[in-house]
């Protein structure tokens, strides 16, 4: 039973254009939400996460937006590069915050940016 | 500037088989986990360390054993290798308290 969702498994998108990638979440208790970023044959690497007692958080051309009423979250990347290109993972932990030791990941999203 | 390594990379084994997945950091972190990633699913935890001294079942615990060996290492043993953990398996370590986690390359195990 997944506790995390990422209903797309692929996206593709125009350079220069605006990606939305989406998440939903059945457990109310998670408190942290994280977007990893990997490309093939490496790690994920972390991309920017935010708390839930929080609506938004933006660093640079990502953002994050949480809905909680609807335990819902989606990254906005803008402009879209072709270097963004790769699978997304949202994942959420439940309780202790960001020091949580257990991140629960959503299946992925594969982002390919269009030259 | 290592960050994170994992050895080996490829490994094919033999069902019944044994092997050690190692894994090292360089960043002085107190927590280390041990992921796997199967086609079309998210990162599963298998196993996890708080830190030295301490290793916690994540998820998918069945079918291995973890050795925190110092602050640095944390391996991963299957005992007797199952086609059901053909995986790829990812390392990872943060600072407790803190939000991300950094990862190694990942180990690609196919078992036959």
């Known amino acids: 039973d997944q506790q995390v969702k990422q209903n797309s498994p692929s996206l593709s998108v125009q350079e220069g254009r605006i990606s939305i990638l989406n998440c939903d979440y059945t457990n109310s208790m998670f408190d942290y939400f994280l977007w990893y970023k990997k490309y093939p044959a490496e790690g994920p690497t972390f991309l920017i996460s935010i708390s839930s007692i929080k609506d938004k958080n933006e660093d640079g051309r990502f953002t994050v937006f949480l809905n909680k009423s609807a335990k819902h979250l989606s990254l906005h990347i803008v402009p879209s590069q072709p270097g963004d290109s790769a699978v997304y993972f949202c994942?959420?932990?439940?309780?202790?915050?960001?020091?949580?030791?257990?991140?629960?990941f959503g299946k992925g999203t594969k982002l390919s940016v269009i030259p | 500037n290592a960050g994170v390594t994992q050895t080996p990379k490829f490994q094919v084994l033999k069902t019944g088989q044994s092997m050690t997945l190692q894994c090292a950091q360089d960043?002085?972190?107190?927590?280390m986990y041990w992921y796997r990633q199967d086609p079309g699913m998210g990162l599963r935890l298998i196993y996890y360390s708080a830190s030295e001294g301490t290793t916690d079942k994540g998820e998918v615990p069945n079918g291995y054993n973890v050795s925190r060996l110092n602050k640095r290492e944390f391996s991963l043993r299957l005992e007797s290798a199952a086609p059901s953990q053909t995986s790829v398996y990812f390392c990872a370590s943060k600072v407790t308290g803190s939000t991300e986690a950094f990862f190694g390359q990942g180990t690609r195990l196919t078992v036959v």
């Open positions: 994942a959420a932990s439940l309780g202790g915050g960001a020091g949580s030791y257990q991140l629960t």
């Open positions: 960043m002085n972190h107190n927590s």
